[in-house]
Nanobody, 125 residues
Framework: QVQLGESGGGLVQAGGSLRLSCAASGLTFSRYPMGWFRQAPGKVREFVAAISWIGGSTSYADSVKGRFSISRDNAKNTVALQMNSLRPEDTAVYYC??????????????????WGQGTQVTVSS
């Protein structure tokens, strides 16, 4: 059974930083592209960042480029999202997700097959 578990969320002031982590089990992690998504109250879930299964390619939403960084450690079955210069509009529940085996780096929510339960990030102004 595939399980993805996010951690690292919390409350931070605008301009601060947080590092989210996602631990994966039940799958051959190194075969899966990984993504981070977020969903704010009353809004649809949106793409944040993704990384290829090897880790050589990344993709970011325009709203987070230059502030967020995605990375992965295939030896530890983890993917991380470093978030700097946080803004109140970054407030959301953040989810990690696994794409199809050997798939490309994509931004479509529908392309991801396994999802975590999410972790809350709140940025105060």
């Amino acid at each position: 059974q595939v399980q993805l578990g996010e951690s690292g969320g919390g409350l931070v002031q605008a301009g601060g930083s947080l590092r989210l982590s996602c631990a994966a089990s039940g799958l051959t992690f190194s075969r899966y592209p990984m993504g981070w998504f977020r969903q704010a109250p009353g809004k649809v879930r949106e793409f944040v960042a993704a990384i290829s299964w090897i880790g050589g390619s990344t993709s970011y939403a325009d709203s987070v480029k230059g502030r967020f960084s995605i990375s992965r450690d295939n030896a530890k079955n983890t993917v991380a999202l470093q978030m700097n210069s946080l803004r109140p509009e970054d407030t959301a529940v953040y989810y990690c997700a696994a794409g199809p085996q050997f798939g490309g780096v994509v931004q479509r929510t529908s392309a991801y097959v396994h999802w975590g339960q999410g972790t809350q990030v709140t940025v105060s102004s």
